[in-house]
């Protein structure tokens, strides 16, 4: 096929925000039963509805929670662990009540819990006493949001006090992992204090039960003190595995005996920043081989590992993000992406040399794309001395029927990720596949501070977010622009949440991006302190390098807010309505002082979503209008239909 010669930024018949939307599914947890594997999955096209799914032995798929069931917690904001499965039935958090809620045999839902003031999730079945035992946290009515309790509770299922709910373990501020072991004795979970996040302090604690299945005893085992601990889980065998990071790197480890002792090391993360309860990087099979993903060098790896030797051997596979593992009787299934693959349920067979191709379970996305209007990410790395050194995946310009002009660089969107400490998704992300089909480059930055690096360069931004992360960004795009990749004068910068403040940073103390979009991102530091929840109350003190009471210097220094006259370039913000997390006054503030100071700005906000949006409208209208600000800006000529973006002072752009 002959290509249609147009200018970067201007193509048309690609990847359509339709697709992105409507017909892109997101994933929760994976779990298995025998031969059954569940997984919980996010419909844009349902309102954002989340449906536990089931497969059967025979390979078909049933909806076990119909409309209007949505099964999502709301624990700590971001939820997580919303669904268990097990013999007995699946266990689900739903939605709109966040009640426990059990489906079983085909039949309809049944009401567990009524406790309106109470969230759950993260459970296991205690089956020697007919119970869950689950996360909990409890909203005293008429008390604001950020101070909940958190704690440990169990839950009766047998008839006679069915759904009584009762308090077992508590103290600590918050709760992860309870997980009960073959012979209902032992129960271990992790816990943390304000004002650490759990992978900066965490300790595994590991109890013993009395008859009753009260805690007779309990013990810290590992972490704390600047260690932290993730993901414990249990073997047939009764030993004690987890992920511990007290070296640097996070790797696996195992309980014996009360001795703690690493069963493979490796400079690579095993663990993920736990910002969704029930998250899984390794999977203890029956036979005791462990099969895990670690993230090497920004590479996603399969592993092996005998736990008894220490060997541990590369499983070569197509994937470049794998998470959420679990066994099966036949190997582990996982939600995973490729450079053509979007997220995706898979399932990788066992065998003793590397297995054959994934089987796809269940895709994300049920549409066939054109190969040649899907890019694939290249690592693109930045020394930055002392032995850092910053990456990047870059996104080409990419469509089966347009191609740009041959003297012409395309203006570039630097992505900066949620977190701070988050990673740059890798495999197939249809957002970015809609930027590049459209002659768009896209860099997206693992700035300081990301996970999937080791411990040091997570911590290389604490007390310094705002600055090196700003660094980064505009330091990458500089390099794409050395090597050719980018036109200096149309680079564009997005981002949401921690990301979204990078973003208003980058634009208020820099001058290199011609105009940026702030997805519910962070105007005002000491506002965000004030109004933020519980889960993340303590996190800015460590980001920033601040303390209780010694915040106003920083903070005004760094708010974006604060120095909006410095602002010259167009910025676009969109903002949810029910944002917990970053409350939509930090937006409104925003666009409210940039259209006094003169500054082309425009601001959509959406009802009915919350931190990440989740509706197919929402997403399609955010996507789509983000373009057409774009368009305006660098005076581009879209073959798309794009919606009328309503630009405050747009006078203003040039």
């Not at 169990?154 to 072991?181: M, N, Q």
């Not at 002659?439 to 360069?457: C, H, I, K, P």
């Amino acid at each position: 096929m002959t290509k249609t010669i147009a200018e970067y930024g201007s193509w048309g018949a690609g990847i359509g925000a339709d697709l992105v939307a409507g017909q892109s599914l997101r994933f929760g947890l994976v779990q298995t039963v025998g031969g059954r594997i569940f997984w919980s999955e996010m419909r844009p096209s349902e309102q954002g509805r989340s449906v536990i799914v089931e497969r059967a032995e025979d390979g078909n798929l049933a909806d076990l929670t119909p409309a209007p069931y949505s099964a999502r917690s709301r624990v700590h904001e971001y939820g997580g662990g919303e669904f268990l499965a097990t013999a007995r039935g699946v266990f689900f958090v739903n939605a709109a009540d966040q009640d426990l809620y059990v489906v079983k045999n085909g039949g309809p839902p049944r009401r567990i819990t009524d406790e309106p003031a109470m969230r759950f999730a993260d459970m296991t079945y205690d089956r020697a006493r007919d119970r869950l035992i689950a996360v909990a946290e409890r909203h005293t009515e008429g008390e604001q949001h950020s101070s909940p309790e958190n704690y440990l509770v169990t839950v009766k299922l047998d008839e006679s006090d069915f759904g009584a709910v009762s308090k077992l373990a508590g103290g600590a501020d918050f709760y992860a992992y309870p997980r009960i072991d073959g012979t209902g004795g032992r129960l271990c979970w992790i816990e943390w204090m304000l004002p650490w996040m759990p992978w900066e302090d965490a300790r595994l604690v590991v109890a013993e039960l009395d008859g009753a299945g009260e805690i007779s005893s309990s013990d810290r085992a590992a972490g704390g003190a600047g260690d932290h601990v993730f993901q414990p889980q249990w073997a047939d065998d009764g030993r004690l595995y987890f992920v511990l990071d007290n070296t640097g790197w996070s790797n696996i480890f195992r309980l014996d005996d009360g001795k703690v002792r690493c069963v493979a090391k490796r400079d690579a993360e095993f663990g993920r920043p736990l910002w969704g309860l029930g998250a899984s990087s390794y999977a203890v099979e029956r036979g005791g081989t462990l099969i895990a993903a670690c993230i090497e060098e920004g590479a996603y790896k399969l592993v092996r590992i005998s736990p008894d030797t220490g060997a541990c051997e590369e499983i070569e596979t197509p994937l470049r993000q794998i998470d959420g593992i679990c066994t099966t009787d036949r190997g582990v299934a996982a939600v995973a992406a490729g450079d053509e693959l979007a997220p995706a349920i898979v399932h990788i067979g066992r065998g003793e040399k590397a297995p054959a191709a994934p089987e796809i379970l269940r895709r994300g996305l049920d549409a066939d794309l054109e190969s040649g209007s899907v890019s694939a990410g290249q690592l693109i790395t930045l020394e930055r001395g002392e032995g850092i050194c910053v990456s990047a995946l870059y996104y080409a310009p990419a469509n089966a029927r347009f191609a740009g002009p041959s003297d012409a660089a395309p203006p570039v969107i630097v992505g900066a990720h949620g977190g701070p400490t988050g990673m740059a998704d890798r495999g197939l992300k249809l957002k970015i596949q809609y930027w590049t089909s459209r002659g768009f480059g896209y860099l997206d930055v693992d700035y300081r501070g990301s996970s999937g690096y080791g411990r040091a360069y997570r911590n290389a931004l604490n007390g310094q977010w705002g600055l090196h992360d700003v660094d980064d960004v505009v330091d990458m795009a500089a390099r794409l622009v050395e090597l050719e990749l980018a036109d200096p004068d149309r680079l564009l910068i997005s981002g949401g949440s921690a990301g979204g403040f990078t973003v208003l940073c980058a634009l208020t103390f820099r001058d290199v991006f011609a105009a940026g979009a702030s997805y519910y991102g962070i105007g005002d530091l000491q506002k965000l302190l004030d109004l933020t929840h519980k889960f993340e109350a303590g996190y800015i003190y460590n980001l920033t390098g601040t303390s209780p009471g010694n915040t106003e210097r920083v903070f005004a220094a760094r708010s974006p807010l604060f120095h909006a006259e410095q602002i010259s370039r167009p910025v676009i913000l969109f903002q949810g309505l029910e944002d917990n997390v970053v409350p939509p006054n930090q937006s409104r503030d925003m666009v409210d002082t940039l259209k006094r100071q003169g500054v082309p700005v425009a601001y959509l906000e959406f009802e009915g979503e919350g931190h990440g949006f989740r509706q197919a409208d929402t997403v399609v209208r955010a996507l789509t209008s983000e373009y057409a600000f774009y368009a305006r800006v660098l005076g581009l000529t879209p073959v798309d239909v794009l919606p009328r973006v309503k630009i405050f002072n747009e006078e203003e752009i040039p």
